[in-house]
């Protein structure tokens, strides 16, 4: 017992002075170090590129809704302006300079649902008002149009829409159909707008 305790005080009294022999020398703690602060700068690198990119991204999202869209090959100032542009019920068509607005049916939009960082969506819902009144005494204050608006931003002078579109079935409301009886048509169109300059 005696000598087993001696052998374990030589072998501790070993590893006092000497305890470079358990760890890794400087050297390779100054390699590890290195490989780690490179790795370190990589990452910080690429995160920078990508904060940049995203900022880039949200700009360029965010400028579709301060500026005016026109159709290709028809330009944004023809009599007094000709274009869509944002308003809180959605792109609203403008001609002659002036909002095709009407007070024969009252818009509303959803927000906008952003898909990805060059998609969105936007929803606008039509319903009559009293002074329509063909349309309003057939369904009253029920959706009379409801249009799913896709976008696709190309670049920062083009988009792509695709426009899911549900109105009201005029043929059977001229007829005299009523209420859920006049039903829906519905159909989806593709087209493209071009930034005003």
Not at 77 to 83: H, P, Q, V
Not at 141 to 168: F, G
Not at 174 to 192: F, N, S
């Amino acid at each position: 017992m005696k000598k087993l305790f001696i052998v374990n005080l030589i072998i501790s009294f070993f590893f006092l002075i000497y305890p470079v022999h358990l760890y890794a020398n400087n050297s390779t703690d100054k390699l590890i170090e290195s490989l780690f602060k490179n790795k370190n700068e990589k990452f910080t690198k690429e995160d920078n590129t990508n904060q940049t990119l995203e900022k880039n991204d949200e700009k360029l999202f965010n400028s579709v809704f301060n500026t005016k869209w026109g159709m290709k090959g028809f330009p944004c100032d023809y009599n007094g302006g000709t274009y869509y542009q944002w308003t809180v019920r959605g792109f609203m068509f403008w001609a002659n300079g002036k909002i095709s607005d009407s007070d024969q049916s009252r818009i509303e939009a959803d927000e906008v649902i952003k898909l990805s960082n060059n998609r969105f969506l936007v929803t606008q819902r039509f319903y009559p008002t009293m002074q329509n009144r063909l349309v309003y005494s057939a369904i009253g204050n029920s959706i009379s149009a409801e249009i799913h608006e896709t976008y696709t931003i190309v670049n920062e002078d083009l988009l792509y829409v695709k426009r899911e579109l549900k109105t009201l079935d005029f043929d059977k409301l001229m007829k005299g159909y009523k209420g859920d009886q006049v039903g829906y048509t519905y159909q989806t169109e593709r087209t493209e707008r071009v930034r005003c300059k």
